[in-house]
């Protein structure tokens, strides 16, 4: 079992940077992949990044490459998510995940979920 609970987040104007932060406790997290996925009111959950265990693999949507930068911190257990250039097409609720056997851009391959978190882009 892995626990994700996430922090970050919020109201931000176009152009802006956030971070989001996803905390990680259970079984060794240094084992998962971890990833972000996102979804907009009426759309479906779409790949954000993913970053294998020992960070030397790192996969961005095309929506969010060269803006976004996923990284993570295995002594402390956490995963992080930068967000620079924000666009008002970037507001979705933001969820973590984390996955013991695969590194996947399909939300449906991992098996721990984090309860989300609102990221608002105002224009």
């Known amino acids: 079992q892995v626990q994700l609970v996430q922090s970050g987040g919020g109201l931000v104007q176009a152009g802006a940077s956030l971070r989001l932060s996803c905390a990680a406790s259970g079984r060794t997290f240094g084992d998962c992949a971890m990833a972000w996925f996102r979804q907009a009111p009426g759309k479906d959950r779409e790949f954000v990044a993913a970053?294998?265990?020992?960070?030397?693999?790192?996969y961005y949507g095309d929506n969010v490459k060269g803006r976004f930068t996923i990284s993570r911190d295995n002594v402390e257990k956490m995963v992080f998510l930068q967000m620079n250039s924000l666009k008002p097409d970037d507001t979705a609720v933001y969820y973590c995940a984390a996955d013991p056997d695969l590194l996947s851009r399909r939300w449906y391959e991992y098996d721990y979920w984090g309860q989300g978190t609102q990221v608002t882009v105002s224009s």
């Open positions: 970053i294998s265990p020992n960070s030397d693999s790192t």
